[in-house]
């Protein structure tokens, strides 16, 4: 790492400081030498900041950790934002669209007025409409504006699988794809354990095929499980942020699925949805591009239509509020 690396946190809700706090745990290895926080509650971003930087004696980290407003973006790496209402127990993140659509765009102005020229990270739900939101007021490269997309999704599912079949969820290469919520799907044709593909591992073991639809249900419905015990999910999605900033401050280049811009891939056009990405220190280099099988080329393309439809209703809301 050459240089300073300055993250800026936009939203220091369970969400964002679960992210903060495992950037601040990982040390250097995170790629960040400095972390900002803005919240409209300034005293609970000061608060924050001033908490985290207590723990720098008990961490690796040399981070410098502070509160600050908008100006501290111009010179950023990476605005990673999390603002905006949560989700309620029984309410889609589809639901949220309207409200936060609009908070969005009031943070991307700020951020842009400043002057910065870095990347934005979106985990603010629904993530890929907000992405998209971000991108279009920006007016940023779409290299340049990523969400957090299936990221939480993929490793639910490589955390069940592993489970499920009594091996390592680092063995586990699967992804979930399409939009971060309940249009959601598994191509398992593409999903393995170390090199031997999973529907294959199944047969031979005799188990029952239509586990994998239960394994994926039960992935899909995790949000809506722990909301309504515990009212928010942050720790899973704060450590996926973290592992997405990291990536980015490092150029490593690895394969995250991310909420990404389509432009002909999957046969789908300007459209931020989740699919395996490369990543690195210029945001979502490339789209891996998978054979979809027919029934799961169907299913991502009702996910798009989804989204599509819903973005065009942000967009006449936020014409109308201009």
């Not at 240089?3 to 936009?10: D, E, M, N, T």
């Not at 985290?52 to 950790?65: A, K, R």
């Not at 599912?157 to 959601?184: C, P, Q, T």
């Not at 996926?240 to 490092?250: C, D, H, P, R, Y």
Request: charged fraction near 25%.
């Amino acid at each position: 790492m050459i240089g300073k690396r300055k993250l800026v946190l936009v939203g220091t809700g369970f969400v964002g400081m679960s992210m903060a706090y495992a950037i601040l745990s990982q040390g250097a290895a995170s790629g960040v030498s400095e972390l900002v926080l803005i919240d409209v509650l300034k005293d609970k971003a000061i608060g924050e900041a001033m908490d985290l930087c207590h723990g720098l004696p008990c961490s690796s980290s040399h981070m410098e950790i502070k509160a600050g407003d908008y100006s501290e973006c111009e010179d950023a790496d990476i605005v990673v934002i999390t603002a905006g209402l949560n989700q309620k127990p029984g309410q889609t993140r589809l639901e949220l669209a309207g409200a936060n659509a609009k908070i969005m765009k009031d943070i991307t102005m700020q951020v842009v007025n400043s002057g910065f020229k870095g990347i934005f990270l979106i985990a603010s739900n629904p993530v890929d409409l907000m992405t998209k939101v971000v991108q279009e007021v920006s007016k940023f490269p779409t290299g340049r504006v990523i969400g957090s997309g299936t990221a939480l999704d993929t490793a639910r599912l490589r955390f069940m699988v592993g489970e499920y079949l009594n091996v390592s969820n680092k063995n586990v290469h699967a992804y979930i794809m399409g939009e971060h919520g309940d249009s959601s799907f598994v191509p398992w044709e593409h999903a393995y354990v170390g090199c031997k593909r999973v529907i294959d591992i199944f047969k031979d073991a005799g188990k029952d095929m239509a586990d994998l639809d239960k394994i994926h249900i039960e992935v899909r419905d995790a949000a809506y499980e722990i909301i309504n015990r515990k009212k928010a999910t942050y720790y899973g999605i704060g450590l996926g942020l973290a592992k997405i900033v990291k990536t980015i401050m490092n150029d490593t280049n690895e394969i995250l699925t991310v909420s990404a811009y389509l432009n002909g891939e999957y046969g789908q056009e300007d459209i931020y949805i989740g699919v395996p990405a490369v990543v690195n220190s210029n945001g979502a280099r490339e789209i891996l591009s998978l054979e979809l099988s027919p029934e799961n080329q169907e299913k991502l393309n009702n996910s798009a239509k989804i989204l599509r439809e819903n973005m065009e209703n942000i967009r006449n809301s936020l014409k109308k509020d201009a």
